[in-house]
Nanobody
Framework: QVQLVESGGGLVQAGGSLRLSCAAS????????MGWFRQAPGKEREFVAA????????YYADSAKGRFTISRDNAKNTQYLQMNSLKPEDTAVYYC?????????????????WGQGTQVTVSS
């Protein structure tokens, strides 16, 4: 079992930045590929970014490329999502997820463990 707790969400103006964190506990963090997903009101949960167990590989949704950076610190059992140049359409609840697949995946079904989410609101 892996427990995931997100933090760092909030209200920011368009063009601003936020850094989300996801603290993991339970099993060995480095055994898991990690990802970030988001869900806006009335919409499906969508993939944002993924990172392999060693941070050697990353993958981004088109909407995140060039603006968001995913990273992880296995010594701290934490992954991060640095979000720059935020837009109102980035407004959503952001979820941290862990996959037993140590590589990268944009497939929601590959992720076994999920956090409770953190709200990100971008005002225009």
């Amino acid at each position: 079992q892996v427990q995931l707790v997100e933090s760092g969400g909030g209200l920011v103006q368009a063009g601003g930045s936020l850094r989300l964190s996801c603290a993991a506990s339970g099993r060995t963090f480095s055994n898991y590929g990690m990802g970030w997903f988001r869900q806006a009101p009335g919409k499906e949960r969508e993939f944002v970014a993924a990172i392999s167990w060693s941070a050697g590989s990353t993958y981004y949704a088109d909407s995140a490329k060039g603006r968001f950076t995913i990273s992880r610190d296995n010594a701290k059992n934490t992954q991060y999502l640095q979000m720059n140049s935020l837009k109102p359409e980035d407004t959503a609840v952001y979820y941290c997820a862990a996959s037993r697949n140590r590589g990268i995946s944009n497939d929601r079904s590959m992720y076994t463990y999920w956090g409770q989410g953190t709200q990100v609101t971008v005002s225009s």
